[in-house]
Every structure is written in C-alpha cells, then in structure tokens.
C-alpha cells in the first residue's frame, strides 16, 4: 500500500471508532482513576505490624493439656497468640470444624475454652490496627464505639477477592465515616479497610473497569468489554499512522493542536494499556487460576504427650507459637520477632526519633509501609514434641518439605528456596503474610510455591503462564517499572496525568468529529 491509501485507511478507520472507542475510553480511564485516587484519600491504619508478646515455656506446655482435655485430635492451625487477655490458645479448623467457622480460643493458665472469643479478638485487633485501643482490652472513654460486627465467609463489594483472605470479622465503627476493618484473626492481620467513601470509589471501580455486574455471564463480560478494547487498540493504532504520514498544520486550530500534541504524550501508553487489559481479560476469564490460598493439611494431635517439651526457650520476645508437622512429627514452632527493627530505634536521638515518628504518620510513608511490607520474624525456633524423633529443622527444610507434599513432586526438582521479607513481583501486599519462603520447582507449569513455615500454609501459588500475564499487567498496565525510581506516589501521579490527559485528547476528538 502506498503512503497515501494507509493516510486514507486510517483515517476512514479513525473517524469509524470514535463513539464506540469514546464509550470505552471514558468508562475505563475514569474508573482506573479511582484506585491511585482512593490510596491517597481512603482510610489509613494507625500501624501496620500485628500485636506482640512474650511466651513463657509453662504457656508452651499447656498447650498439650489444653487440646487433650477438649478431645481435640486434628486441627488446622494450633498458635498461641497475643491477646487483650494475654496469651490464648487458638485453634483453627479442630476436630469436624470447617475452617470456614470461628476459631477457638483457651485460656493457658485455667485451660477453659473461652466462648466467643474470635469476635472479641477481632474487636480488639481492629482497635488496636486503627490506633483506638485503650491497650487493657476493655471499653474506655477514648475507644470508638461499635455499631456492627459481621463474620463474612465470602467476598463482596466492600470485601472484592483481590483482598485473598477469608474468614474475616467486618468490624463496623459508629463514627461520621463509617469506618470499617476487615480482620483475619488467624495470624492478627488487618485484612482491608473501608468507609462509606471507600465503598462508592470500589462500586464505581468495578462497575466500570471489571464489570461486575455481569459476572453472572461471563462470556458476555469478556466479549463486550473485548470489544471496547479492541476499538481503543484500533483507535489508537490509526491515530498513530495519522501522527506519522500527516504533518501538523500552522494555522490548525486550538482544538487540532491539543489533540495532537496530546496524541503524542499518550499513542504509546494508550496501546500498553489496552494489550495488558485484553490479556487480563481473557487470561483470568477464560483460563482456570493456580492462585489463591490453601490451608495446611490437618495436623495429628494424639501423638501430643504431657511432658515438659518446652524447657530451653530463647531468652528473646515472641511473635506468637505454632504447632508444625514433619514428616508426621509435630514441632512447635516460635516466631522470633524481627531484631533489625527493634535494634535500630535505640541508636537515634530523641530528636531523630520524632522526625522519624513524624515522617512515618504521614500517608504516603503509610502506603510504603504497605505495598513493601515489612518481616515481622527473623525466622523460627523448634522444639520437637517428641524427642527421640526429633530431627534438625528450620524454616527452609520445613518449606521445601510441605512445598514438595503439596504438588506430589520429588525434592529433587526443587530448583531454589529463598526467604521473601518483602513485597514484591513475584508475591505482593494482598497476600498480608512476611516473611514467607517462595520455592521454585523444575516442573511442566514452572511452579512458585510461596509458604509460610509458621503454619504450613501454601499462600500462593504462581505458575509460568500466570507469571508471563501478571509481567504485562505489572509493567504495562500499573507501570510498576517506574517504582524503583519515582516510589508508588509519584508514580500514580504519573499515571493518573496520563489519564487526564487521554479524557482531553478524546475531548478535542469528539469536538473536531462533531465540527465535520
């Protein structure tokens, strides 16, 4: 084709999908606005890292007695974890329990199941994550008061998927906003936070960037917001042939120079955009997704014996205590805190410290804090419930271990283990837990199995085809490549410009349309 039929083409082409491109172009930029715009504006945590104590050895062994006096023999998850009233036992999932249920909590020093308990727990914990605490664990004067407490075993508006955990306590504050928090009191995390102005920026987000509403017809959703894509893509494909083979005018009007100059800016991005959304469309519509949290295998609690297992603790604080199980033995395990950020504080001065405390109260040092993530253990101790059995072990033999019975592979096709202490590409903030161990294996779909040794918990699961998707969303439809060099902020702004300015290169589209 001659320079002149592809300058005829695309044009006729550019002046065919205007509504239609129009249509699309204003639903999903408007829509992908609302997220850099509601991390700026939406509610903050007052803290970001769960609760902590220290765990006697009498505490550890009680835990024995504890479950044997309630006939517990399975169980999910068994921790001891800090509380408003000290140090509980928690159980998840024990005996026939669906993990779908609340947990149990006992009392380590009467071994009375305490009724309740979960709700209460997470009260408490939202309390403690929106810096409303009166720290005894009772009501005070300065606490907001609780207007509604909901345990929800399925996502929702409020509560999308992209939040991974489930169950959690929507604890509703009676408050002018009506803040809310989402609470996984399974390792005391904050799962998500809302309010009612958090909620209309997600309704707006879904109903016109995912189309929500038409989830109950999935092929329908693909189709037509594929073509919406397909006519930006074009759209913007033919504004570029026309950028390339036309010159400007000098006496072009206000409206054509804008609409040029803007074409400029924005042509490349456009189409990055529109090809990561496309592939995203069809790669999560149409294929079945290896992602997503599994529990750990139920542990085998009447082996557990009455003896003095826990005798040599370490001499530092603990997170919290968890049973493990090798190769059906059962270890507790305890979580030493993380030594690098409580030996830091010390070594600045007063003045130091309040600039720092200062600068961390700010919302962007808050939305750091939450997209890096930051390791709450250095690591784990074990203590072998069963001496005679007992085996050295760490946090790396136990992850490639549960990692190799979960996918039915041998050890041997382990390719490399690595701890994982901060949020990254590969294993991002919506999964709440650091550090966790990410193992590689040498197999048909190249798995990334990502564990947290504390419970045995496969947290996610990443496979090479969702890998390659989740490298086109992260770099052309986030622009996370910018990160390292202008930090999340600067970067939403970058993006939230290009946006501005895709409206007004369409703006001056549809006014130079309506002037032919």
């Known amino acids: 084709m001659t320079d002149r039929s592809i300058r005829k083409t695309s044009f006729q082409w550019h002046q065919k999908l205007v509504w239609l491109a129009l249509i699309g172009l204003l639903m999903f930029v408007i829509s992908a606005a609302t997220h850099p715009i509601l991390s700026w504006t939406g509610p903050k945590a007052a803290t970001f890292r769960p609760p902590t104590s220290t765990i006697s050895a009498q505490q550890i062994n009680a835990v024995a007695g504890v479950l044997k006096r309630h006939n517990i023999e399975r169980a999910r998850v068994v921790k001891v974890v800090p509380s408003a009233q000290g140090n509980v036992l928690q159980v998840t999932g024990s005996n026939t329990q669906a993990n779908t249920q609340p947990r149990r909590y006992f009392d380590l020093s009467t071994g009375n199941e305490l009724p309740g308990f979960d709700e209460q727990h997470a009260i408490w914990l939202a309390r403690y994550y929106l810096g409303s605490n009166s720290g005894s664990g009772s009501s005070s004067d300065t606490e907001l008061p609780i207007k509604k407490v909901t345990f929800k075993t399925e996502f929702d508006a409020a509560y999308p998927w992209v939040n991974r955990l489930l169950p959690v306590y929507r604890v509703e504050f009676a ?97 990055g955009f529109c090809i990561s959304g496309f592939l995203h469309l069809l790669h999560y519509g149409l294929n079945d997704t290896h992602r997503g949290m599994v529990p750990p295998a139920p542990l085998n609690l009447t082996h557990l014996t009455l003896n003095n297992t826990a005798s040599n603790l370490p001499t530092t604080a603990v997170n919290h205590a968890s049973l493990v199980s090798y190769k059906g033995n059962l270890y507790y395990r305890l979580s030493l805190p993380n030594t690098e950020i409580t030996q830091a504080k010390p070594q600045q001065n007063s003045q130091e410290a309040h600039d720092e405390h200062a600068h961390h109260q700010t919302g ?78 040498d197999s048909e779909l190249g798995d990334k199995l990502f564990i947290d040794p504390a419970t045995g918990t496969i947290v996610d699961r990443l496979v090479d085809h969702d890998r390659y998707e989740g490298y086109s969303f992260s770099f052309l439809h986030k622009w996370n490549f910018l990160t390292s060099f202008t930090g999340r902020f600067w970067r939403d702004v970058i993006v939230v410009a290009l946006l501005a300015l895709t409206l007004l290169l369409s703006l001056m589209g549809v006014l130079i349309k309506l002037k032919r």
Request: proline share 2%; glycine share 6%.
């Open 364 to 441: 962007r040092a808050q939305r750091n804090q939450r997209y890096k993530g930051q390791a709450s253990e250095q690591g784990g101790h074990y203590i072998a419930v069963n001496k005679q059995h007992a085996v050295s072990l760490n946090d790396q033999v136990l992850a490639e271990y549960l990692a190799s019975q979960h996918l039915g592979l041998p050890q041997n096709t382990i390719t490399s283990s690595q701890i994982i202490k901060r949020f990254g590409r590969h294993y991002d903030f919506r999964n709440k837990r650091l550090p966790v161990w990410q193992i590689d294996f």
């Open 175 to 271: 408050d002018k906003a009506n803040t809310s928090a989402y609470v996984y009191t399974e390792i005391n995390a904050l799962a998500g936070m809302g309010n009612d102005y958090n909620t209309r920026m997600q309704a707006v987000f879904r109903a016109l960037h995912t189309w929500s509403w038409l989830e109950g017809v999935e092929y329908a959703r693909i189709l037509i917001m594929g073509i919406l894509l397909v006519c930006i893509f074009l759209m913007c494909l033919t504004g570029i042939g026309l950028l390339l083979l036309l010159r400007g005018r000098k006496r072009s009007s206000l409206k054509n120079k804008v609409h040029r100059i803007s074409a400029y800016v924005v042509a490349i991005p456009l189409l």
